[in-house]
Structure formats: C-alpha cells, structure tokens
C-alpha cells in the first residue's frame, strides 16, 4: 500500500459521492474540515491520510477502512451491513426452526446449517424455511 495506492481509492470514494474532480479539494476541506495541507498532500499521494483523516471519512461517508488502506474487501460498509443483516436474518430463521421443531443440534450441525441456508440466500435473497426446514429434519434423521 502506498500513498499513490490509497489516494487513488480516496477519488474513487469521492467520485461516489459526487464531488467532482475540479474543486474536490475545497470540498474536502469544508466537508471533512482538513487543513489545506492535509487535503492536498493525501489527494495527489504525497503523504498518508492520519489515522484523525481517515476515521473522520470513514465514520462520515460508511467508508470500508480495509478496502480504503488496501483494496480489500468492498468500498463501504453499507455493503458490510447488508451483509450482516442478511447473517443475523439466517441465524434467526434456522434457530426459530430449531425451536419450532424442538430439534437439539450441537454447534458444528448449527453452522453446517447455517451454510445450507445462505447458499440458499445468497441464490435467491430469500430465506427459504421451508428448504431449512427439511433440511433439518432430514439431517436428524
């Protein structure tokens, strides 16, 4: 990772949010309130963003840091979050099942199940209970 590296990624997260090419950098500076310095040096990749900079854009914008410092790992975290709501969504669904059915498994059938039903979602972006369900029982079996 370089400071070339990381500013290109910076004008990739800017382009995003419209700010465009010409005039980015007052924008920069009203926006995210850094000094004329700072913004100048980390958007021609002179210098690295600090870690105040870097915290401030990611907290105000939902800015992955990861994919930020090394392209790793997708833009923002809104794509994180929906990644997470779609887990937490799962779990819920294979647990309530388990409840429903009073069907005890230990962890590594839990998460066995839990693979099933995301291939499932990640298909479909549905959780199909009915697929989870049989899949379960037939699993006990």
């Given at each position: 990772?370089?400071?070339?590296?990381?500013?290109?990624?910076?004008?990739?997260?800017?382009?995003?949010?419209?700010?465009?090419?010409?005039?980015?950098?007052?924008?920069?500076?009203?926006?995210?309130?850094?000094?004329?310095?700072?913004?100048?040096?980390?958007?021609?990749?002179?210098?690295?963003?600090?870690?105040?900079?870097?915290?401030?854009?990611?907290?105000?914008?939902?800015?992955?840091?990861?994919?930020l410092?090394?392209?790793?790992?997708?833009?923002?975290?809104?794509?994180?979050m929906?990644?997470?709501?779609?887990e937490?969504?799962?779990?819920?669904?294979?647990?309530?099942?388990?409840?429903?059915?009073?069907?005890?498994?230990?962890?590594?059938?839990?998460?066995?199940?839990?693979?099933?039903?995301?291939?499932?979602?990640?298909?479909?972006?549905?959780?199909?209970?009915?697929?989870?369900?049989?899949?379960?029982?037939?699993?006990?079996?």
């Amino acid at each position: 990772m370089t400071p070339d590296e990381v500013a290109d990624r910076l004008h990739m997260v800017l382009s995003d949010l419209g700010m465009p090419a010409h005039g980015r950098m007052k924008q920069v500076m009203e926006q995210l309130e850094w000094t004329e310095s700072q913004a100048g040096k980390t958007l021609r990749g002179e210098q690295y963003p600090t870690v105040e900079m870097m915290q401030d854009l990611c907290a105000k914008y939902a800015v992955n840091l990861n994919w930020l410092l090394c392209g790793q790992g997708p833009m923002t975290r809104k794509e994180d979050m929906e990644n997470a709501e779609a887990e937490a969504l799962i779990w819920e669904s294979v647990n309530q099942i388990l409840v429903d059915e009073n069907v005890n498994l230990g962890n590594a059938k839990r998460v066995t199940v839990y693979h099933f039903a995301r291939r499932i979602y990640d298909r479909t972006q549905n959780v199909d209970i009915e697929a989870i369900r049989d899949f379960i029982l037939s699993t006990c079996k």
